[in-house]
Structure formats: structure tokens, C-alpha cells
């Protein structure tokens, strides 16, 4: 081998091969920029910039003791918010990858998009709704996290991508990486949901929709490849972001089996009852003593109800049931 062992790899480079991606893929170049412009970087791109100022987070790290179904589970294998994070943006950049779309706008989409859930999963959410008006939503809190909790200045795209991965939000992504994020994160919540409420013994894998089973094969990594191939020969054959007909009416019908027989099943109800009545009490709390609040929650900008649910939306669920006990205590 000749000559020098590196060679340096500048953020020119990196622009300069995004144009071999398709035409429909979103290039760094073209990014309707930021809310307030700044100096390029030499050596990454701009979404490049993003996903690292989103790793480097709090909000990111707290994700390690958040709920993704199980309420502050006990074993070690549950999914929490942060494996449920890492394994939505690897599918994410699989299907990037794939369709030749900007892999790293994907990652930085997949990995910002859940930084605002609630403690304690969807029931935190159903516990805020009625302190605002309409509904309370994790992706609008994700990009408050970046706009104003810890503000990061992200481009637009992926901000856009974050706000709307939920499949309820509307308008859709307006990148096809936001698209495949939200693909990503359903494939990821419902093949592991699986497994966690069949080793919690909540159902066995017999129970599960025959034609789930048929679409997708056995249980497990073979669910994630075929609903992934899924996504990528529809988009192919539609000619944008999109999963098979087929193989989508099959993940819906695995959605529906999961709502009525793991998240909204009775035998939960207590749980979460106890996981509403927590978060509602910490917000009737912090609402009759604000002064309590920590600094970083509280924005002149923002009122005292905004800032109450900034902290409490913001708690891991161990720290919620912490203080909910620490304050029934003062009592």
C-alpha cells in the first residue's frame, strides 16, 4: 500500500455523495435551513449535526427509564423508550439504506422522535389531555424539547419529521425520511410489544392473528425483515414511501390484536389508573406551588400550566413515582 493511511473526509464530500441518492431522497444541501442560521460545519453535513445534538440531549437519556408498554417494568429484557428508540432508527436507516433515501436525515428523524413521551408510555399522554385543549401529543413535545426545552436548532426537515412520525398527525412527514420514521416506529413497537407481552404471559404467540402470522412469518427477527421488505417493495412500486397493501392490512390487523389484548386489556386498567392518577397528581401539585418547578422548566414565554407539564411530561417513571410518594408523604 502506497502513500498516506487516512484521508480526510469533509462535510464537501459527504454532500457531494448524497447526489448518487434518488431523486426523491432529501440532500443536506437543500434543507430549508435553520430557525436561526449559523456557520457550516467542516466535516458534517447539517443533519449530521442534528443527530449528534440529539444524542447528546438529557431529554435522550432519560429515555432509558421510560415506559414503552410495561409500567416500570421489573425484568431486564422489557423494552424501554431508549431500545425502543435504537431499534426504530436502525429499521430506519434498513429501509434508507434500501431505497437509497439520506440515511442520516432518517437517524436524526428516528432518534429525536419519541424525546417528548410522557412517564408511563400512552396512558401519560391520556393523563395530560385534559389539562390542554384537544389532546395532549408526545411528537408536539418532542419538538418543543428542541425548539425551547433544550433548544438545539434543528433543521427543518427534521423537526417537520419528528412532529409528525405519529400516524394520527396531520399533514404527513414532507420527507419520505420522515415517512420511513414512521413506518420504523410501528414495526419496531408492534414486533416487540410481542415479545414483551408474551414474556410477561399476557398472550402466547397461538394467540396471535392468523394472518399476521401468514403475512409475516414466525414471531420475531423474521417479522422485522418481512414488514421492512414490505415497506421497501411498496415504495419501490408505488413511488413513494408506503408498505405493500397486503402486508399493511396485516399490520393493522396486528395493531388492532395488540390495543384490545395487551395495551387496553382489563387486567391493566389498575395499572393504568395508578399511572393517570400519578401524573395528575404531580400536575395539580406543581400547579398550586409553581415556585417549585426547577429553572430549567420555566420560560417567560411560556405559562405556568406550559411549564408544569414541561417538568412533569419530562419525568422517567421512576422519578415520577419517586416524587408522587415523596410528596404524599408531605401531606
Known amino acids: 500500500m502506497t502513500g498516506e493511511p487516512f484521508r480526510r473526509f469533509t462535510r464537501a464530500d459527504a454532500e457531494c455523495a448524497e447526489e448518487s441518492l434518488a431523486p426523491a431522497a432529501t440532500r443536506s444541501t437543500e434543507t430549508r435551513g435553520r430557525e436561526h442560521p449559523e456557520p457550516q460545519d467542516p466535516v458534517r453535513t447539517v443533519f449530521e449535526r442534528d443527530r449528534d445534538r440529539i444524542l447528546h440531549s438529557k431529554a435522550f437519556r432519560r429515555l432509558k427509564h421510560k415506559t414503552q408498554v410495561f409500567i416500570n417494568p421489573e425484568g431486564d429484557h422489557f423494552v424501554t423508550r431508549l431500545t425502543h428508540t435504537l431499534q426504530v432508527t436502525q429499521i430506519g436507516r434498513a429501509m434508507a439504506r434500501a431505497l437509497s433515501l439520506n440515511e442520516t ?18 396512558t401519560g ?31 427543518w426537515e427534521v423537526l417537520d419529521g419528528i412532529r409528525a412520525h405519529s400516524w394520527k398527525i396531520d ?5 419520505p425520511e420522515g415517512m420511513l420514521c414512521r413506518y420504523a416506529d410501528r414495526i419496531a413497537y408492534l414486533t416487540h410489544d410481542v415479545d414483551d407481552a408474551v414474556r410477561a404471559g399476557v398472550i402466547t404467540h ?15 427477527s ?40 395487551v395495551y387496553l386489556r382489563a387486567a391493566a386498567a389498575p395499572q393504568r389508573d395508578r399511572a393517570i392518577r400519578v401524573i395528575q397528581a404531580l400536575v395539580d401539585h406543581y400547579m398550586s406551588h409553581p415556585e417549585s418547578i426547577p429553572d430549567s422548566y420555566r420560560h417567560d414565554d411560556a405559562d405556568t400550566l406550559t411549564q408544569v407539564i414541561d417538568y412533569v411530561s419530562g419525568m422517567t417513571d421512576r422519578f415520577a413515582l419517586r416524587e408522587y410518594d415523596r410528596l404524599a408523604g408531605l401531606v
Request: proline share 8%.
Open 222 to 261: 423474521a417479522w422485522i425483515g418481512s414488514m421492512i421488505a414490505g415497506v421497501i417493495d411498496g415504495s419501490i412500486e408505488a413511488g413513494l414511501v408506503e408498505m405493500q397493501p397486503a402486508l399493511l392490512a396485516a399490520m393493522h390487523e396486528l395493531r388492532d390484536f395488540m390495543f384490545a389484548n
Open 125 to 155: 399522554e391520556d393523563a395530560l389531555s385534559p389539562y390542554v385543549e384537544g389532546e395532549w401529543l408526545h411528537s408536539a413535545q418532542s419538538v418543543r424539547v428542541f425548539r425551547v426545552l433544550e433548544p438545539a436548532n434543528l433543521t
Open 105 to 122: 436525515l432518517t437517524e436524526a428523524i428516528c432518534l429525536g422522535h419519541d424525546v417528548g413521551h410522557s412517564p408511563f408510555g400512552h
Open 206 to 220: 397461538t394467540d396471535l392473528p392468523a394472518a399476521a402470522v401468514a403475512a409475516f412469518g414466525e414471531p420475531g
Open 171 to 175: 399533514p404527513p412527514p414532507s420527507t
